[in-house]
């Protein structure tokens, strides 16, 4: 059921109250380490990137400046178990405007992939995965589109070499992810 504007802002108020309890003051170090994420503790809160966020823009939940706030007050469980931070699109206009070089979305990719190795992944790109690993590209492309390529005279798509493929997913450890979040 749809919620109007002003229960939604009640929900997220709600939710936003922390107690001691939600704190882990390990968390900002622990995210910290990870690659492209070493500068969280450098953000001032100036907020020039959720000024700048396209996606801010259209939403009433996504502040990039929150988020990173949230890893800072050590948020760790509202953070990995929030649907928000699947909605960055890594446009990476907040890397080019933040004057303390913090690396946001690289961040959000560190939290994204706190939440999948703790057994979360969005369907939306469960699905794109078994893609790739089916077919090497993202999207399952229709015979329809392939004969209309065919008719305005493009060529072929390129086949993926789907071997390499598997074994990338293999030595990554995704296949095992991807088999976890199966279950
Ligand atoms: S632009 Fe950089 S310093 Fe400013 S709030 Fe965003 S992350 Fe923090
Ligand atoms: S990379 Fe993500 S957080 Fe940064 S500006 Fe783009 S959508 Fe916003």
């Given at each position: 059921?749809?919620?109007?504007?002003?229960?939604?802002?009640?929900?997220?108020?709600?939710?936003?109250?922390?107690?001691l309890?939600?704190?882990?003051?390990?968390?900002?170090?622990e995210?910290?380490?990870?690659?492209?994420?070493?500068?969280?503790?450098?953000?001032?809160?100036?907020?020039?990137?959720?000024?700048?966020?396209?996606?801010?823009r259209?939403s009433?939940?996504?502040?990039?400046?929150?988020?990173?706030?949230m890893?800072?007050?050590?948020?760790?469980?509202?953070?990995?178990?929030?649907?928000?931070?699947?909605?960055c699109?890594?446009?990476?206009?907040?890397?080019?405007?933040?004057?303390?070089?913090?690396?946001?979305?690289?961040?959000?990719?560190?939290?994204?992939?706190?939440?999948?190795?703790?057994?979360?992944?969005?369907?939306?790109?469960?699905?794109?995965?078994?893609?790739?690993?089916?077919?090497?590209?993202?999207?399952?492309?229709?015979?329809?589109?392939?004969?209309?390529?065919?008719?305005?005279?493009?060529?072929?798509?390129?086949?993926?070499?789907l071997?390499?493929?598997?074994?990338?997913?293999d030595?990554?450890?995704?296949?095992?992810?991807?088999?976890?979040?199966?279950?």
């Open positions: 059921m749809s919620k109007n504007k002003e229960t939604k802002g009640k929900e997220t108020e709600k939710e936003m109250m922390v107690k309890s939600d704190i882990d003051p390990k968390f900002k170090y995210i910290s380490k990870l690659p492209g994420a070493e500068n969280v503790l450098l953000c001032f809160q100036c907020g020039t990137c959720t000024a700048d966020c396209p996606i801010a259209f009433d939940f996504y502040r990039p400046r929150k988020l990173i706030r890893v800072q007050l050590g948020l760790k469980n509202k953070l990995l178990s929030n649907d928000v931070i699947w909605l699109s890594t446009c990476f206009t907040c890397i080019d405007h933040c004057p303390q070089d913090v690396g946001i979305a690289s961040i959000v990719r560190a939290l994204r992939n706190l939440t999948v190795e703790g057994g979360t992944m969005p369907v939306v790109y469960k699905e794109l995965a078994s893609n790739i690993l089916k077919t090497g590209y993202t999207y399952i492309i229709s015979g329809l589109r392939l004969k209309k390529r065919e008719d305005q005279g493009l060529p072929p798509l390129p086949k993926a070499n071997e390499s493929v598997a074994k990338l997913f030595v990554t450890g995704f296949s095992k992810t991807l088999e976890k979040e199966r279950t």
